[in-house]
């Protein structure tokens, strides 16, 4: 079946460093892969998603690059901030109209 | 514009009561989900909905029932409260289920006693 593996937790960064939460998946067919963020307190929301190999999603100065050769969808930000303190989670879809299936979260914590 | 709306957002029960969590949504989505968040678990569907009058079974099922009572509204009903199911719930929904995006509401805390 259908599998997301990320990298455990939790990452602590100080203000400003290079974030990468690495994210690999199982798939049978040609999923889209997504990436959600949870702030404390709060339902997640979307960050970030891609549709096809190679595809490039980015929103807020995260991306993840679609790599369909080595099945990943490592998330990235060049710097990050103490608001981007969260949980992160990666997850897809199988294109057979299959729900969502999550990876078990990565929480970062960024301090100043 | 509300999005996705659950209530109650805390509830204690007493093992073996009953209850129901409601959800709606006002964006016209079709499908609906429920999911639950244990720590070091991630996200674990409960059941969905894929459109109105539909409902399918998640990964863990066991102990619950829904109802998708209209196109807004999906129900998740605890009919003997186990502490097994003392976690955060939420629900969840999408235009077509496939690859659009999912939003979800702020989630319920459930403790069971």
């Known amino acids: 079946g259908n599998s997301v593996t990320q990298m455990e937790g939790p990452v602590t960064l100080s203000e400003e460093a290079f974030l990468t939460i690495n994210c690999t998946y199982t798939?049978?067919?040609?999923?889209?892969l997504f990436w959600y963020v949870q702030y404390p307190g709060e339902g997640l929301q979307l960050l970030l998603k891609a549709t096809k190999a190679d595809d490039k999603g980015s929103n807020k100065g995260f991306e993840a690059t679609y790599r369909k050769e080595t099945t990943s969808f490592h998330l990235e930000k060049g710097s990050v901030q103490v608001s981007d303190s969260a949980v992160y989670f990666c997850a897809l879809s199988d294109s057979r109209n299959t729900p969502l299936v999550f990876g078990k979260g990565t929480r970062l914590s960024v301090i100043a | 514009n509300a999005g996705v709306t659950q209530t109650p957002k805390f509830q204690v029960l007493k093992t073996g009561q009953s209850m129901t969590l409601q959800c709606a949504q006002d964006m016209n989505h079709n499908s609906m989900y429920w999911y639950r968040q244990d720590p070091g678990m991630g996200l674990r569907l409960i059941y969905y909905s894929a459109s109105e009058g539909t409902t399918d079974k998640g990964e863990v099922p066991n102990g619950y029932n829904v109802s998708r009572l209209n196109k807004r509204e999906f129900s998740l009903r605890l009919e003997s409260a186990a502490p097994s199911q003392t976690s955060v719930y939420f629900c969840?929904?999408?235009?077509?289920?496939?690859?659009?995006?999912?939003?979800f509401g702020p989630g319920t805390r459930l403790t069971v006693l």
């Open positions: 798939a049978t067919g040609y999923p889209s």
């Open positions: 969840a929904s999408s235009y077509r289920g496939e690859t659009d995006t999912q939003y």
